[in-house]
């Protein structure tokens, strides 16, 4: 497959010795670790394309992107998964536009709803918590049946700790009420990959967006709005444009260009090489620690079970030169990648089998997630005048600020909901000890 961004970057390193354009680096080694980076790095000179008005090189490496996911058009973002969020519902949803949506959005979900004004109808699986919402296509039947003038279904999958839902099955009955689905796959570009494609767009949805950086070889920022539709594609560099740096990182973008080259010649059997070390990995932990989540890549393990918290696992992994992706008071998630190694399984095997677990009994708080009630538009107590105030004195108060814990950047309050004694109780939990309210 080709590499025509990587091909331009290089030829313009070897062509152009003065530099009397952007970036103020001019191509030259003041910052040595940084030199190769320096080299590759530049603006939209003469073709070199330009990412929202894309018609050159750009252009050629995102056809290539789209045949790799086996799609009919892909779009780069060098401003992750939040552009692509933006981006979508932009293109789908529009101003003043109604959606139904599970409740572990990220926060780029909340925010972007906050900048067109839409309406948000939330859902919640059964015993969902604040990251995790396994919605069903049962849940979404009931809540179309409901709801009159629905813009677009909105669902995350996968979600922080590897849980995937039923994609297909809520495509299918989004078809049914003729509603568009939108996917955060965030954390799923890998799926298109599997022996047998998982991924969004294959199982139905109408358009996604993945965060390439997260799980393939990309740099930081990198990522794929993917769609089948012509009429979306149509907008989609036109809603980019919005919100996206008019400087975008060409070195991001290189770097799409060549995971194009590495999915096309090794994406199948370097998926299927995780799949197996997965496999061994749990079958070898398994005897004494518990895992959850249905994803290849997403390891998350139920800390709790073993008497230790989560965040006190990843602390003892970390003095063994281990970090993971994400740690809470019961889980720790670690996040594979196509790059991982048989070698990296067995670093984090061997380092889990030296910890002495105090078999003390940890009870998780299996109180359910109840959503709060809704005061206010998510735009209008986003843009009221609020005041900072600390979490003890909150309750009864406006949400003015979408209240996170990153990661995993998943509100646990939404801006215009009233802040309830349970949503005191998980912003505790999560060491949120002051909140912004609508004065």
């Known amino acids: 497959m080709t590499t025509p961004?990587?091909?331009?970057?290089?030829?313009?390193?070897?062509?152009?010795?003065?530099?009397?354009?952007?970036?103020?680096?001019?191509?030259?080694?003041?910052?040595?670790?940084?030199?190769?980076?320096?080299?590759?790095?530049?603006?939209?000179v003469k073709g070199a394309d330009s990412l929202y008005e894309a018609e050159g090189i750009i252009a050629e490496s995102e056809r290539n992107a789209a045949e790799n996911f086996s799609v009919k058009h892909t779009f780069y973002s060098a401003g992750g998964s939040t552009l692509g969020i933006q981006t979508m519902l932009s293109a789908v949803v529009g101003e003043n536009g109604k959606i139904i949506a599970a409740r572990?959005?990220?926060?780029?979900?909340?925010?972007?709803?906050?900048?067109?004004?839409?309406?948000?109808i939330w859902v919640t699986g059964e015993n969902a918590d604040v990251i995790s919402s396994s919605v069903t296509s049962c849940d979404i039947e009931k809540a179309l049946s409901k709801e009159k003038d629905v813009s677009a279904v909105y669902i995350t999958s996968p979600d922080y700790y590897g849980r995937i839902v039923d994609i297909k099955g809520i495509s299918e009955v989004c078809k049914?009420?003729?509603?568009?689905?939108?996917?955060?796959n965030a954390h799923g570009s890998h799926l298109a990959f599997l022996d047998e494609n998982q991924h969004p767009i294959t199982l139905g949805a109408d358009i996604c967006c993945d965060s390439a950086h997260k799980t393939l070889p990309v740099l930081t920022g990198g990522a794929y709005i993917h769609t089948n539709s012509d009429e979306y594609a149509s907008l989609i560099k036109e809603k980019q444009s919005l919100y996206g740096s008019s400087s975008p990182s060409y070195l991001i973008l290189a770097s799409l260009d060549y995971c194009n080259f590495t999915l096309s010649e090794?994406?199948?059997?370097?998926m299927q090489m995780q799949s197996e070390n997965m496999e061994k990995f749990k079958s070898r932990l398994s005897p004494v620690w518990s895992f959850i989540g249905d994803?290849?890549?997403?390891?998350?393990?139920?800390?709790?079970?073993?008497?230790?918290?989560?965040?006190?696992?990843?602390?003892?992994?970390?003095?063994?030169?281990?970090?993971?992706?994400?740690?809470?008071?019961y889980y720790v998630t670690f996040l594979f990648s196509l790059m991982s190694d048989e070698e990296d399984y067995n670093a984090l095997a061997e380092a889990m089998e030296k910890i002495i677990q105090p078999k003390i009994?940890?009870?998780?708080?299996?109180?359910?997630?109840?959503?709060?009630?809704?005061?206010?538009?998510i735009r209008?107590?986003?843009f009221s005048?609020?005041?900072?105030?600390?979490?003890?004195?909150?309750?009864?108060?406006?949400c003015a600020h979408n209240i996170t814990h990153c990661p995993p950047c998943i509100p646990i309050v939404v801006a215009g909901e009233v802040i309830d004694k349970n949503s005191v109780n998980i912003l505790k939990r999560y060491s949120i000890s002051e909140i912004n309210v609508v004065k």
């Not at 299996?366 to 005061?375: I, N, Q, S």
């Open 5 to 44: 961004i990587i091909d331009f970057l290089h030829s313009y390193e070897k062509n152009i010795s003065l530099r009397l354009h952007m970036p103020g680096h001019k191509g030259k080694f003041w910052i040595h670790p940084l030199a190769e980076c320096h080299l590759m790095d530049i603006t939209e």
């Open 104 to 120: 572990n959005a990220h926060r780029a979900f909340v925010n972007t709803c906050a900048l067109i004004d839409a309406d948000v």
């Open 176 to 184: 049914k009420y003729n509603v568009p689905l939108i996917v955060d």
């Open 266 to 270: 090794s994406g199948r059997s370097l």
């Open 295 to 329: 994803d290849v890549l997403h390891l998350t393990v139920e800390a709790y079970k073993a008497g230790l918290s989560g965040n006190d696992l990843a602390e003892r992994l970390r003095e063994n030169g281990i970090e993971c992706e994400y740690a809470d008071e």
């Open 361 to 377: 009994l940890i009870r998780k708080d299996e109180t359910p997630f109840v959503l709060p009630e809704k005061a206010m538009s």
């Open 380 to 382: 209008k107590a986003t």
């Open 385 to 398: 005048e609020s005041e900072k105030i600390s979490v003890d004195d909150a309750e009864g108060r406006i």
